[in-house]
């Protein structure tokens, strides 16, 4: 229970608790006004913004990581207890299920993964869904940050040289070509280029363990996963590359969750451009 669930097996186990990461980088909005009007039975909202970022300052990236005691006691509103399996989606690609599976496994909670397919596979299935909010019974989770999963900005200048930055951004944004959400184009020096995109296969469900393994195990020419820090535009689609990695086998990678919004948002930073 560290990375996924097919719709089939979720189907069978009304008893896990489930969330909803569906959200629209261009309309924050959206995404709850989709949960609100249809959902997976027993679901709970995370909102990317209000429930999964910290607030920012103009340097600390679009969707900073929260302090790890407020994130917990978030978990401790949704009821969440220690012992429950917890199934996180999205309207498919996984990437915003991706950041929340992330959080949970930082805080302490390890009985969680990613729906396969997200939403968009179980409404293709024609499986039940409803407009319900349940209702779960607050209480004090007992969660620890784990420090080994999480890349600050201090970690990454100080490794920078060192470690193997992979960038989970479309192609044209990682060569810094075009930019269309951040003000600065480019990237972190000495980064590679993994798109988290490239995890999935035609039908929107990830690959296999072995594609995902040999595509990744090139992408990182001999280098330890453990060496691996993970990022993308705010922590989003970095959270994706990691939990692919696990999906893979290769465990022990970090993400760096202010990710290229907080590194360019100061122009003494380096950056790389291929053009």
Known sequence: MSTLVTTEELAQHPEWRVFDCRHDLANAALGEQQYQESHIPGALFAHLDRDLSAPKSGG?????LPEARSFITWMGKQ???PTDTV???????GAMAARLW???RWAGHEQVSVLDGGFAKWQREGRPVTADVPSFESA???GRAKASMHASLA???KKLKRAALLDARAPVRYRGEQEPIDPVAGRIPGAKNRFNNDNLAADGTFKSPELLREEFEKVLSGRNSGDVINYCGSGVAACHNALAMEIAGLA????YIGSWSEWSADPTRPISRSV
């Not at 600390?60 to 900073?64: K, T, V």
């Not at 199934?87 to 690609?93: E, K, M």
């Not at 022990?252 to 993400?255: A, E, I, L, N, P």
């Open 102 to 104: 992330w959080m949970l």
């Open 79 to 81: 009821g969440l207890k």
């Open 155 to 157: 970690l990454v200048e």
């Open 60 to 64: 600390n990236g679009r969707h900073p």
């Open 140 to 142: 004090s989770y007992p």
């Open 87 to 93: 199934v996180c989606y999205d309207g498919g690609p």
């Open 252 to 255: 022990g990678s970090r993400v």
